[in-house]
Structures are given as structure tokens and as C-alpha cells.
């Protein structure tokens, strides 16, 4: 039986608000695997979030850019091993000018390999870990193309973000960043229904139907209420269908909409240190 350490019980507490013996359990039967852990309080009928939580994030700086003509965005997270040097001005600077570099560059490997003042950002990289003393990385890497294309970085270069619109309308920089804030703070699973992975509709209707069995349900009705709840989860978990933060009256499309009936929240990419 693996060893569950108070640490790791603590961390599940957090991160699902279930009660430290529930997580304790959970724990030891998931053999202290974090997301099998939230599986099964899930389907116990604890209230623990859809979404997985964010993890303990590893240090560094995530960063969002758009081009000059908002076609493009690229948001990409460097990496380091310590507070001290993610708050540094100078890894900061590095951070955004890789960004940009990214802008120009099909894939992180096509990054690496580009030029940053006389040297490839890959020996960037490396000179720097032997300057600063810790491991320093390009972590995540994503760009997004659309019509119109804004961004958002949250507070502390903790999360960032790029959300594309169907078109350029007059206040398009003012709704893509407001749809980036939302991706930032919800932590949509896809953009809409059609985004979502197979498995993990596979996943939420097990879960469903196992908290439905403890609750007494007909076996024969399971299906049904399955898919009810299901599209709940669509509703709290895709981006365009959740309840828009700045006024939860209406969704994301609904809000997109009041702005221009024609326009459409098209895609985005969202990138969290210690994804």
C-alpha cells in the first residue's frame, strides 16, 4: 500500500475542498495517484470542481503575445526553479522576447533553434543556466490564427492567454481580452462541446452514473440522467457555454453577441505554470 503523506493529503484538501479524512482515503485507494484520488471522491458525490486543478506550479513566467495586425498569438511559459528568478526583471524581458520569437515559429522545436542576439535560444538557454544557477526551459508552447486575435496575462505572469474572434469589429481588443480573462479564471476543458475529448465524456458519464447509483437511482434511468448531467458539465467546462464572469446572467456567447450579433469566439489557448 502506498504511503500517503500528510502533505499530499493537504494538497487534495485544496484542491477539491473535501474533508481531510475523505482525501485520506481517496488517496489510499488511488495508491496516492492525485487525479485518480479526484475521480473517486467525484464519484462518492463529493462536490469537487470538473476541471482538474490547477498543480502546484513549478516557477517562471507565462507570457501572452499577439502580432501587430492581431492575426496571430503565441503564449509560451519559461521556466525556472525558483521565485527569486521568475520576479527578476531581466528573466521577465527574456521571457517576452521569446514570446515573440514564437510568433515566428511553427513549433518549439522551430523556437529553439531561432536566433536571439547571436546565439539560438536553446544556447540562450544554457548560458543562462550557467550564469543564474538553476534550470531554465522553455515549458509550454501554443499559437492560435484567427480573424481577430487579443490576449491577457494574469497578475504575477502566473497564467496567460490568447483567445481568438471571428472577425475585427470596433471593440474586438476589448472582448478578446475579456474572453481571455475568462479562459485565465475558468479554466475551460475545449472552446465548445465539439472540443471535447471522447475519454472525457466517457469519464464524466461514469462518474455520473456511479454517483447516481449510491444516490438509489433505477438502474434503467441512469442513462438519461447520465446525459443531463453531462450537459451540465458542457455548461461549466467549455468556454463559450459558461457563465460570463463579469455577469453571470448570461454566457460567453451571449456576451460576445450583445456586443456584434455576428461574432463568434472562434478559439484560444491558455497556458498555467505547473500544467
Do not use: W
Not at 521577465?92 to 531561432?114: C, G
Amino acid at each position: 500500500m502506498a504511503k500517503i503523506t500528510a502533505a499530499e493529503v493537504n494538497k487534495l484538501r485544496k484542491a477539491t475542498g473535501a474533508g481531510m479524512m475523505d482525501c485520506k482515503k481517496a488517496l489510499v485507494e488511488a495508491e496516492g495517484d492525485f487525479d485518480t484520488a479526484i475521480e473517486i471522491l467525484r464519484k462518492q458525490g463529493q462536490k469537487v470542481a470538473a476541471k482538474r486543478a490547477d498543480r502546484e506550479s513549478a516557477e517562471g513566467a507565462a507570457i501572452a503575445v499577439v502580432n501587430s495586425d492581431n492575426t496571430k498569438g503565441a503564449v509560451i511559459s519559461l521556466n525556472c526553479e525558483t521565485d527569486f528568478v521568475a520576479k527578476n526583471e531581466d528573466f521577465i524581458q527574456m521571457a517576452k522576447d521569446f514570446a515573440n520569437l514564437a510568433l515566428e515559429s511553427s513549433s518549439k522545436e522551430e523556437l529553439l533553434k531561432k536566433d536571439y542576439n547571436g546565439l539560438t535560444v536553446e544556447e540562450k538557454l544554457t548560458e543562462q543556466t550557467g550564469v543564474i544557477g538553476e534550470k531554465i526551459e522553455i515549458g509550454a508552447f501554443k499559437t492560435l490564427a484567427a480573424p481577430f486575435v487579443g490576449s491577457y496575462i494574469h497578475a504575477g505572469n502566473k497564467i496567460a492567454v490568447v483567445a481568438g474572434l471571428s472577425q475585427k469589429v470596433d471593440q474586438a481588443e476589448e472582448v478578446a481580452k475579456n474572453v481571455s480573462m475568462q479562459a485565465a479564471a475558468m479554466n475551460p476543458v475545449a472552446l465548445n462541446e465539439e472540443g471535447v475529448d471522447q475519454s472525457v465524456i466517457d469519464k464524466e458519464i461514469e462518474i455520473a452514473k456511479e454517483q447516481l447509483r449510491q444516490e438509489g437511482k433505477p438502474e434503467a434511468m441512469l442513462d438519461n440522467i447520465a446525459k443531463g448531467k453531462l450537459n451540465r458539465f458542457f455548461k461549466d467546462n467549455t468556454l463559450v457555454n459558461q457563465a460570463y464572469i463579469k455577469d453571470n446572467k448570461m454566457s460567453v456567447t451571449e456576451y460576445v453577441k450583445s456586443v456584434d450579433s455576428n461574432l463568434e469566439v472562434v478559439g484560444f489557448e491558455r497556458v498555467a505554470l505547473g500544467e
